[in-house]
């Protein structure tokens, strides 16, 4: 990593529609390096889900004390959002994304390699920690390489590719599983990330402006309508304006709510249907899969549809709380009605269903989260993106809890596990609401050299 901090060397742009010259696609390579990130972000992230029940017989562990191994995880990556994500604003996504991949794929490869529970633990903290940031810099990424009325539509792509990976992940998983056992699987898991940061650092550049593929037009049509920005060093976080900023709490917060219920999905589902549901091993990787298809449609049609209503209607303020409000409530609607199905299958479509609907607001997350941070996007995705990893942290933790006290209470089956989707109806609901209280509009005063009013 350079300790030369990044400089912008932009200029006032010559609008794209102005030049003879054909805009070069440079821009959709870099979308193809992100959306190939995401994807391996994401199996590796879930791939140990399915592997819990047989991790938890190899080393005899409980439910209480497996969610302890999953909540070690996010309590990592919750905590070292914020740092990565200010590395990239300062120094660069190049070689902070570079280091995030590598290290995140040694942590996947020793996970296999644990012989205990602490040494578990210990093992998944460190995955976490390697992992921190990679959104954040996706994020920074997208907002130097892409016009802002494509931005949705790339932050779709990217979190549709990411749940595309996390519906792989059960089915790659179990089969892996099959083969080589659950140890050499995570090996095996390690290598397409080491693969990806070689070429990655040796062909991406943080500026459009100093990659030799990118011609004038291209570069006109990334930078219209943008401000050009001084080179100078990065600046200090406002941290006086970001901490007395209202949004800040309120995404990190909606953002909790949606995290709360997608690692459900990520961590405990497919043990859910094999202990509550009672279906085969074989069945449970391809439902599960079902449902976190669900989402990869949600992320892509919730960023298309999201760059739709803003140019239909021209105000992201209330696109985006409308927008969020009725696609969670409906993910609530979705996944209570899926308690109440008693075929796993129709279950599950409805419970894909939900999750389709849940994680469809992303990309109105991402661009909310965007706008209101300016240069300090790294970081601000960071911190915001903590807030919410509160949600995915409890919602580890509480699933193996629970499920073991309904088991002290003599309960087995749907019985000890279906009252668990009452509280994640419930949580999808509070996030609706917080959705009508976003304001977009309103960036952190300083965060981009300009006041609220002058954005």
Known sequence: MSSTPERDTSATPVPAHFTDERPSKTRYVVLGFLCTLAFVFYVDRICISKAVPMIEADLEITHTQMSYVLAAFTLAYSLFEVPTGWWGDKYGSRGVMTRIVIWWSVFTALTGRVGGLTSLIAVRFLFGSGEAGAFPNTARILARWFPEERRGMAQGLVNSMAQVGGAAAPVLTGYCMDWVG??????????????????????????????????????????????PVAASAHPPIPWAAVLSSFNVYILGGVLSCTAFNTYM??????????????????????????????????????????????????????????????????AAIFLLLS????????????????????????ASWWGAVTDISGRHLGAMFGLMNSIGGCGALISQLF???????????????????????????GVLFAGALGWLLIDSTRPIQGASGESPEEH
């Open 182 to 227: 659950w140890r050499w699987t995570f090996f095996i898991f390690s290598l397409p990330g080491v693969i990806w940061a070689a070429v990655f650092w040796w062909w991406f550049r943080d500026d459009p402006a100093e990659h030799s593929a990118v011609n004038a037009a291209e570069l006109s049509l990334i930078r219209e309508g943008r401000a």
């Open 339 to 362: 308690i109440h199905s008693d075929s796993a299958n129709i279950s599950a479509t409805w419970t894909a269903c939900s999750v389709m609907m849940a994680v469809a607001t992303l």
């Open 265 to 330: 999905y990520f961590s405990w589902y497919s043990t859910y249907l094999e202990q509550g549901r009672e279906v085969s091993s074989m069945a449970s990787r391809w439902l599960t899969s079902l449902v976190l298809t669900g989402g990869a449609i949600g992320c892509i049609c919730g960023g298309f549809l999201i760059d739709a209503l803003l140019r239909k209607f021209k105000n992201r303020r209330w696109c985006r709380r409308w927008w969020g409000c009725f696609a969670l409530t409906t």
């Open 399 to 425: 699933v193996g809890r629970f499920a073991d006290w309904q088991k002290s209470r003599g309960l087995s089956g749907r019985l000890q596990w279906d009252p668990i989707f009452y509280v994640y109806a």
